[in-house]
């Protein structure tokens, strides 16, 4: 299950493919075959379950085109579930 | 208020400290030096900013900070120093933030001598920077008048937000004569800096200050806004002082330590039954265009007596669009002519006229 | 809407866009640094809270527009002579925080006076050096910074060091003044390096906030256009070239900036 979200806004961005290339969990790919308003082949999340949320992408992406949540872990209980 | 014998340059700065400056920002350079040297003891113990910069350049561009931050700024330099600073003017003029300058003129071109001239008059009054504007260009001939415009070139500033020069010369600059300097006025509260100014865009919109405006379309538009700024500047702030000229049938035109010594000249003419009269421009820009053209219909010449060869004659020529005979006499290098040399000139300029020969350039 | 996971509790933010960045585009070219640098100071801005009292000070060359991207005051300054201009900002508004944003021309070059005596005066401004070893607003020049060997379009050849001399490393220079509290040089090329340069940044805000002194953040940067490389193969040509000739890490903390370093 995904312990993170990220949200593109793909109308800031430029294509450049730097995301792609951060993100350990190869989440992110350049679009195929069409076009954000700009004119640029836009970002997409394409496995939005593996996201960490490590914010890789928010971290390099140079239009903030990210912006990336993580689910808080909660203390593990002391009798382990089976 | 008491009279005191002052300095040109020690009364120069000390007039902008009454005037209310925050700031100034300059470099040493003969013959000004000592605006800097009196602000750098000065404007400490008024609790302003004082700073030597490491160049013209700098001191120009730290007016130019200053003065988008909203305080009260001048500099001063000398003509090879105004050169550097020509960048700087053309960005604040279009920036349409106020500073004041002042340039105490001095031999040229190039690196020229210390001695007094006035050959910077094309560079500062055509627009002292690249670009369409014209600084509002004051010329004082005394210490008094000095000071008197030192406070209205910050004024003048504020109002139209603008840049103002105050073109001295070496000679004023050096000279010792009794003046009075005039009250101190408030300094601008850091508080209440003008409202376009940049303070922090603390729950407000954030300013930009810039002079870059791309795409033609806007930079027209920029541009005839600054148009109509100049326009409403040269419509109410003409300013000439004039000297018998009533009466007068010959005209001398000449503006600073020029204007003074002719002030002389035209006694001596008088008193040897020659009517001859003087306007001395105090605004280079804007220009007494109209007052010159107003004259040209009642003497038969003028005569423009500059220490240069011969820069304000060209706009004593486009005021009088050749209703008169307009003759030229400079002196360069720093050679101040006694009043002789000038009534000389001017019986032979009469007689030119009276022989209908027209008018032309005399040099020594 | 997406379920909790197991043993996960509630969502917070990992990476939001900052509030000192207008939301819009921008017109650096695709894969740019000044993106993700600018980013970082907007960043560090919001974290202390100063945006409000912030003048930034635009310089010449791609950067130049940078005041359409930041929800700050901002002046525009000639070409190399933003120290001069932030400067005059800050002496007579001190209790402002003063910052510039240069290029290889615009500090390197034509303002290198203007940097190395607003460090030497210890001016209490904060400037931010974007090092990509050429000029890029104009095309593709030599700058400065330009490597040995390197092609730019006034060194078809590549730069050659007998008529055109050796690079000028900034970082180093500025070292040698006492006016400069902090100085340093970071990369933003890559994740770990991206995050060494904010935390830089927020050391070079900080000693201006506690009137210490001159503060630099040189950052190694990328220029696609001009390398005529993809933006990840730019970063990569960068760390493999420009490293070596530029050591990444502090060249100058002062006494008061390790304190302040050390409080945090």
Redesign the interface.
Known sequence: MARGIVVADENRCKGCGLCVAVCPKHILCIADGRFNIKGYRPVEVVDPDSCTGCAACATICPDVVFSVYRYRRLSVPDSAAA | MVRELLEGNAAIAEAAIRAGVDAFFGYPITPQTEVLEHFSRRLPEEGRVFLQAESEIAAINMVYGAACAGARVMTSSSSPGISLMQEGLSYIAASCVPAVVVNVMRGGPGLGNVQPAQGDYFQTVRSAGHGDFHPIVLAPASVQEAIDYVGLAFDLADKYRTVVVVLADGALGQMMEPAELPPFRRTRDPGSRPDWALTGADNRPRRVITSLYLGSDNLERHNLRLQAKLEEIAAHEVRWKSYDVADAELLLVAFGTMGRICQTVIRVMRRRGIAVGLVRPITLWPFPTAVLRHYSAQVQGMLVAELNAGQMAEDVRLAVEGRCSVCSYGRMGGSIPLPDEIVQQLEIFAADIACDSPGKEMMP | M?????????????????AS?N?V??H?????????IQ?LVAEVLDELGV?????G??SVGCS??M?FY?????????HG?AP??????????P??IVFTYQGDGDLASIGI??AI?AAARGESITTLFVNNAVYGMTGGQMAPTTLPGQVTTSSPLGRDVRTAGYPIRIAELLATLQGAAYVTRQAVL??PG??KTKQAIRVAFGVQMADAGFSLVEVLSTC?TNWHQ???DA?EWAKRNMIPCYPLGDTKVSEKTRALMEEH
């Open positions: 997406m379920a909790t996971p197991a043993g996960y509790g509630e969502k917070v933010a990992a990476y939001e866009h900052p960045l939301a585009n921008t650096y070219c695709p894969g740019c640094t000044h993106g993700i980013r945006q409000g009292r912030t003048i000070v635009a130049a527009l005041y930041f929800n700050v005051d901002f002046a525009s300054a000639p002579r001069a201009m932030a400067t005059g900002i800050k002496r007579v508004s209790d402002k006076a203007e005596h890559d994740v991206i995050r696609c993809t933006p990840v970063m």
